[in-house]
């Protein structure tokens, strides 16, 4: 692994564990599942910080037992497409919905 790759997945990590900590309190999902679905936010979010195809920050990631949504804007749609690709590569995806827009 490379730097840019280390500290993209650690500043993720820490940011999704002290702002996301409210889905395990309201029952949606056990803890085991909650710190799996934040390990594929983290790795998603760190293959789009380490591609130079897509925009880390105008793509958000969420995931709920496995299944990631893709939301915000796209240059292109390549860039589109590229982002969905680099999110099924991640372990423990099992669904992914690309809800990102393509900026007219």
Known sequence: ????????LSATTVALLFTSGCAVTRGQETVGAYVDDTAITTAVKARFVDNSEVDASAISVETM????????????????????????????VKAVKNEVAIRP
Do not use: I
Request: no cysteine; proline share 0%; glycine share 8%.
């Open 65 to 92: 037992k496995g299944t990631v949504m893709l939301s915000g804007f796209a240059k292109n749609s390549r860039e589109r497409t590229m982002a969905e690709t680099l999110t099924w590569r991640v372990a423990g």
């Open 1 to 8: 692994m490379n730097v840019r790759y280390t500290l993209a």
